[in-house]
């Protein structure tokens, strides 16, 4: 079993930054990777950035490249979500997302655990 927790949402305007983390416990040994998804109202959940197990490269969504960054932390299990240049586009419940498997797999079907999820909300 792994227990994810988020911490770092809010309110923001267009424009600023946010930086989002996760704490994940329990059997982490076996997971592939930590990630994070997004859900805004009436939308499916959706794919945001993965950080790979050891050396490899983190992967992103399309809607943001550019602007967020990935890193982690393997002493601590924690892995963060820099958020620059936000938009109100961005508004979601963010959901840190953990998976086991050789690959991260950017689909929420393949996700074995989630966290609670922690509100990010972009003002106009």
């Known amino acids: 079993q792994v227990t994810l927790i988020e911490s770092g949402g809010g309110l923001v305007q267009a424009g600023g930054s946010l930086k989002l983390s996760c704490t994940a416990s329990g059997r982490t040994s076996r997971l592939h990777g930590l990630g994070w998804f997004r859900q805004a109202p009436g939308k499916d959940r959706e794919f945001v950035a993965a950080a790979a197990k050891g050396e490899g490269l983190p992967s992103y969504g399309d809607s943001v490249k550019g602007r967020f960054a990935i890193s982690k932390d393997n002493t601590s299990n924690m892995v963060y979500l820099q958020m620059n240049n936000l938009e109100p586009e961005d508004t979601a419940v963010y959901y840190c997302?953990?998976?086991?498997?050789?690959?991260?797999?950017?689909?929420?079907?393949?996700?074995?655990?989630w966290g609670p999820g922690t509100q990010v909300t972009v003002s106009s």
């Open positions: 997302a953990a998976q086991y498997g050789r690959v991260f797999v950017p689909r929420a079907p393949y996700v074995n655990y």
